[in-house]
C-alpha cells in the first residue's frame, strides 16, 4: 500500500516537472514575445500597441514623477485591463502551471498518505512540498497583483529544485524519529516553507527592479521586454509586500522553532548551526525593512539586499542541512 | 501609491509635518536644508556628544549594525561552539592545533559570547533605545495632538476624488465626520473640511516590538543567570538526587546558589524504546523512547510518570528532559577466592544507530593487581563479512560483550584515569586482547569466564539500560516567551495597519450644488489607500442621497 502511493507520488512529480518545463518554455516564450513587441512599439511610437502593463508602468511612473492628471486611474482597473488583454503564450503558461501545480499538490498528498504524517520531515519531503508551496504562492499572489512576468524565474526554480531533490534528495518513507514526533513539525516547518514562497517571489521582482533601474538610469540593456513590465519603484513597493509577508511568517518560525527547541533539546536557543543560520536570514530581511526606510538605501540597495536574503534561505536549506554538523540532522541522507 | 517617498516630499513637509523624533535620515523625516548644512554650530564638548549619540541613533548606523551582526553570526556556524559541541572543540583543537589558536584568540569558539559580538549586539541595542525613547514621546504627544490643518490643494494629494450633491455644506460635512469616526479615524473640524487621521496603532505596534525586542535580550541576559543545568546518567532500578553532588555535570547560571536546588529524587523504573520492525527501509529505527519514573517531591507521596523526548517531565520548577540513552551492563568481578569484589552496572557509549556501544569498566582495589577492561558491547551481534562482530539491531536480541583486560596502574591517584568513559592504557599491560596472549573475553548474559593470570573471574549479570537526563532550571523561560508573543503582535500591528490621514472639504456654487473633495496621504507603507479614498467616498455619496431624500 505505502509503496504503491510512494510510487504514485513519484509519478505526479515527474509529470508535473515534465509540464513545469513546458510552462518555463512558454513563459520565457512570452517575454521574447514582449521584447518584439515593446521594440514594435518603439518602432512606430504608437502607444495603441504597447500592452497593458506597459500602460500602468507609465501610470506608475507618471504617478512617482508627481503627475497629477494620472493619478485617479487606479492601478487595479490596469491590472484588470491587462488580465483580459493578456496574449495566447500567457495564458498558455498560466494554465499548465496551474496543470503541473496541481499534479505537483497531489504528488505531495500521496506521499503525506503513504508516510501516514506530514510530508516534510527530509530533505525530498521539504524540497517537495517547498516547492509546491513557492508555485502555490505564485499562483495566488496572481489574484492580488500581475506578476505573470515572473513566471519563467519561478516555474525554473522550482524545476532545479525538484530535479535536485528527486535524483540528490530522494529517500524512502520512513517512520519519525521522537525528536521530531511534535505538532510543531506540523506547523514550524510548514510556515518555514511557506515564507520562502514569499521571499523567492520578492527575490525574482528585486531582480527584475535592479535590471529596471539600470534601464531607467539610461544603461544600455539589451532586454527590451523591460518596457512592457512595471517601473521600478513599483517593483520595488511589491518586493516589498511580498518580503513583510515573508518576514512576518519567518519570525514565527523563529519564535516557533525556539518554543519546539525548549520541549525537544531542553533549551529555546543554543546557537545550533540551523538556529544561526535562521536568525542570520531573520536579521538580513530585518536589515531589508530598515534600508526601505533609511535615505539612500531605498532603491537597488534595498534590492541587493532581499536578493542576498534570499539567497542566504536557499543557502540554509541546501549547504547548512547537508554540510553543517548540527541538532537539526533531518536530511535523511 | 508608487512611492510614499515621493509623494511624501511632493505634498511638502508643511503637511506631514515631518517626523522631527525620528531619526534625521529616516525617509519621513524632514529633507535636510542646504542651509542646516552652511550654519553649522560650533561644536562643544557636548556638541560632540550629542553629534556622536544623532550618529548612533541613525537609521543607517541601525542598518549597519544589523547587517553587521548577520556576517558576524557566521563563523559561529562554520567552526564547532564550546556550548553547543564540545566535542567537537575537542577534536578540531587536535586537529588543527595551529588554525586553533589563531580562532582561540578572535573567541571564535565561543562566537556568541565573544567581546567582538557582543559589542555589536550592544552597540544595536544601545542604537535602539536612543531611537525608540525619543519616538515614543513623540507618539504620546501625536496620540493627544489635532489632526493636521487641511491642505489648501486637496487635488495634488493621492485618491484625489470628487463628488456631488445636494446636501448643504453643513451637513456634508458633519455627515463625513460621522463616517470617518465610524471608521475610527479621529477628526477635526477646519473651516468647511474635516481633517481625519488613524493608524497610530501601527506607531505603537512598531514601539512595543522593538521595546520587545529590548526585552527579549535583558530577560534572556539576566533570567539566564538565576538558571541552572544539570546532566545525570540513570541506570533502571537506580534513582537520582537534585542535589550538586549527584549531577554527573553542573552548569550554574552567574546569579545561582546552592539553595535553589529543590532536593527532589528521581527513580528511574524502566526504559522502553520501541523500534521499527515491519518497514524494511528502516528495520530497528527508533520510533518511541519512553521513561518510566517514580518521583519524589519533599514531603509528598511519591508519583509515577513518564518522560519522553518532545514531553519532558516539571518537577519543582525544573524540567526534565529525556536526551539519551543505552545500555550499563552490570559486571561482577570475583577475586580467586570467589568472593564479589565488584558489581555494578557501567553505562556504555554508543557509537552507532544500533546501539553498539563502548564500555570501559575500572576496577581499582580487591584484586592482586588494578584491573582496567575495554569493553565493546553488542545488543543483538552479527558478524561482519570480515569475521568482526556488529550490532545488527538496537534492542537486546542476541547480546555479546567483549572485554579487553589490562592490568597494572589505572592512574586513578594521579588524576589520569578520572575519566570515567576513557581508558589510559600508558601503564598498563594488555593481558587478554587482540595484543597479549589470552583471547577476549566474549559474554553473553549469565556467562562467567575467569580472568588470566588466576586473578579471578568477570560474569556478565544482566544487561539494564541507562537514560541520561537533562534537568533545567530557567526563570527566564516564560518573559522571554511573553515578550515574543508582545514582539510578534507589535510586529504584525506595525507592518500591517496602514496609518492615513483623509481629507473631506466642500464647496457650494451658485446653483445650489455641493462639491465633495475627497484626498489622503498615506503615512508609511499603505497598499489600499486609493481604494479606501474611493470607497469612503461613495459611501459617503450614498449617506448623502440617503439623507437627502429622507
Ligand atoms: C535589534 C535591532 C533591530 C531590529 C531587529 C529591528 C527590526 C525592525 C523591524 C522588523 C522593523 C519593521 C517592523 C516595524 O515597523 O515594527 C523595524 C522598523 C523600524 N525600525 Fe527597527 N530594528 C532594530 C533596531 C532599530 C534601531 C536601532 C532603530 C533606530 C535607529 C530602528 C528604527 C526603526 C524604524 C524607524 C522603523 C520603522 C521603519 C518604517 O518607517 O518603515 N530600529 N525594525
Redesign the interface.
Known sequence: MTETLVSYSLIAVYSAMAIYTFAFIMFAVDLARRSAESSDASAASATGLATASAQQASVMQAASSGGTATLTASPASTGDAAVSHSPKSLRIAMALTVIAWVLHVSAVIFRGVAAGRVPWANMFEFTLTATALIVGVFLLVQFWQDLRFLGSFITGFALLALGVGTSSFYVDVVPLPPALQSAWLVIHVFVASLSTGFFALAAGLSVVQLMQSRREAGKALKLRFLDTLPAADRLETLAYRLTVVGFVMWTFTLIAGAVWAERAWGRYWGWDTKEVWTFIIWTIYAGYIHARATRGWRGSRSAWLAIVGFAAVIFNFTVVNLFFKGLHAYSGL | ???T??SDS?AGDSVTGGDATRPS?????PTPTPESKITQPKLGLAGYGRFFWRQLTS??T??FL??L??VA??P???V??I???PN?VIAYRNNYPDTAAILDFFQVFN??SSVWFSSIYLLLFISLIGCVLPRTKHHFDALRARPPKTPARL??L????TRTTEADVATTIDSARGLLRSQRYRTELYGDSVSAERGYLRETGNLVFHAALVGVLVT?GIGGGFGY?GQRVVVEGYAFSNSLASYDSFNPGRFFSDDALDPYTVALDSFEPVY?IE?Q??IG?????TANVTTTVRGDEPQQSQI?????LSLSGT?L?L?GNGYAPVITVRDADDKVIWSQPTPCLPFDANLGSTCIIKVPDGLDQQIGMLGFLYPTAGTLSSGALASVYPDLVSPVLTLEVYEGDLGLDNGQGTNAYSLNTDSLEQIAGRSSDAETLRLTPGDRLELPNGLGSVELTSIPRFVSL?V?H?PS?LP??LF??L??GG??TS?FVPRRRMWVAATTDASGVTTVEYAALARG?D?NL??AV?DFADKHSQQLRVRVES
Open positions: 501609491m508608487a512611492s517617498h515621493s511632493e535620515d529616516h525617509m519621513d523625516a537609521m543607517r541601525a542598518l544589523l547587517l551582526l548577520a553570526a557566521i559561529g556556524s562554520l564547532p561552539q556550548t553547543s559541541d567537537g562566537t556568541y487635488s495634488r493621492q485618491g484625489f476624488t534572556v543545568t521499527e518497514n527501509q528502516a529505527q527508533a520510533i518511541d523512547f519522553k523526548v518532545n514531553e519532558p524540567n528532559y536526551l537533562d533545567h530557567d523561560q522571554v516567551l515574543a508573543m514582539l510578534f510586529l504584525i507592518l507603507d497598499p486609493e481604494a474611493a
